[in-house]
C-alpha cells in the first residue's frame, strides 16, 4: 500500500506545546468551507477552528445552540478537504455533550470519523469532567473552552466580559488547572480581563489561545469573517478588522447589477 506523501508538515497538537515551550505564539482562526479553509491553511495558519459559530456566521441563528452535530460534520469535512497543514480543531455542538459521558464519546467519534477532523473542543470544565475524561481516553485530542462560553448564553443572559469577580475568577483558575491535568492539549478562554488570561496561561504547560483575552495568553484566535469584515454589525472592542469586505462584496455586486442591467457585461471578448 502508498500513502501520498504529504508536501507540507502538519501542525500537531504535540507542535502547539512546543510552540508553547519556545515561545512561539500560535494563530487560529475559523473556517467552515472548503474555499475559506484553503486560504486560511496556505497562508500558513496553525489551527483551524470549526467553530460552532457557524451557527450564527453561515446560518444566521442568533445564538450557538441551534447547530446541530449532523451540521457540524458537514462543515468540518468540508475544511478538512482543504487543510493540508493547519491542524483542524471541531467544536463539539450544545447537546451533543452535556447530558452523559457516552453520549459525549459517540458525537466526538463521530466528528473524527465521519469528518476526519483532527480534534474536538468542549465548553466547561468541572461539570464536563467526566466526559472530556472519556473522550481522551479513546485518544480523541479535546482543546478546552473557558470564561465566556456562548453555548451557555442564556445561563449569562449576555455577551460581555467574565470573570471580573474574584469568585468566578478563582471558579476559571481551577478549570484551568483540571483541564490540563485531565490531558487537554490546549484552552480557549474568550472575554475575560487580560491580567487573569495572562496569570492562567503563566500557570499551564498547555497552550492558552485567547479571543479578548489580551496579549499575555500564547495565541489568538478570531472568527474569520469578523476579521475581513464581512460580517459588520458585530462590533466588539477585541476585534481587530483587517479587511472591509462587507462594503467591497457590496460594491462588487452593485457594479455587477449596473453592468448586467446596461448591457454592458458581458462584452464581446466574454462570450463564445
Ligand atoms: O465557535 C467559535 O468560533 C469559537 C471561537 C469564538 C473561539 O468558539
Known amino acids: 500500500m502508498s500513502v501520498a506523501k504529504n508536501e507540507y508538515r502538519r501542525v500537531t497538537v504535540k507542535s502547539l506545546i512546543d510552540m508553547k515551550s519556545n515561545n512561539e505564539k500560535i494563530s487560529m482562526l475559523t473556517a467552515y468551507d472548503y474555499t475559506m479553509a484553503k486560504i486560511v491553511d496556505s497562508a500558513g495558519v496553525d489551527v483551524i477552528l470549526v467553530g460552532d459559530s457557524a451557527s450564527n456566521v453561515m446560518a444566521g441563528h442568533e445564538t450557538t ?94 455577551y460581555t466580559v467574565r470573570a471580573k469577580e474574584e469568585e468566578e475568577a478563582d471558579k476559571l483558575r481551577h478549570d484551568s488547572k483540571l483541564l490540563e491535568k485531565l490531558g487537554c492539549f490546549a484552552i480557549v478562554l474568550e472575554k475575560v480581563p487580560a491580567k487573569l488570561a495572562k496569570e492562567i496561561a503563566e500557570s499551564l504547560t498547555i497552550p492558552v489561545i485567547g479571543i479578548g483575552a489580551g496579549a499575555g495568553v500564547d495565541g489568538q484566535v478570531l472568527v474569520t469573517h469578523d476579521m475581513i469584515g464581512m460580517t459588520h454589525e458585530f462590533n466588539p472592542r477585541f476585534l481587530r478588522r483587517y479587511l472591509n469586505l462587507y462594503d467591497d462584496m457590496s460594491n462588487a455586486f452593485k457594479s455587477y447589477i449596473k453592468d448586467v442591467k446596461s448591457v454592458d457585461f458581458p462584452n464581446d471578448k466574454e462570450q463564445y
Open 65 to 158: 445552540v441551534p447547530i446541530t452535530l449532523d451540521q457540524m460534520i458537514y462543515h468540518a469535512s468540508s475544511v478538512v478537504r482543504a487543510a493540508n497543514r493547519s491542524l483542524v480543531v471541531v467544536d463539539l455542538p450544545f447537546g451533543s455533550y452535556q447530558s452523559d459521558p457516552k453520549e459525549a464519546l459517540r458525537s466526538a467519534i463521530r466528528i473524527l470519523k465521519e469528518s476526519r477532523g483532527h480534534s474536538v473542543k468542549m465548553e466547561g470544565g468541572k461539570e464536563i469532567k467526566e466526559s472530556i475524561k472519556r473522550i481522551l481516553n479513546a485518544g480523541i485530542p479535546v482543546m478546552g473552552h473557558l470564561g465566556l462560553t456562548p453555548q451557555s448564553i442564556y445561563k449569562f443572559g449576555t
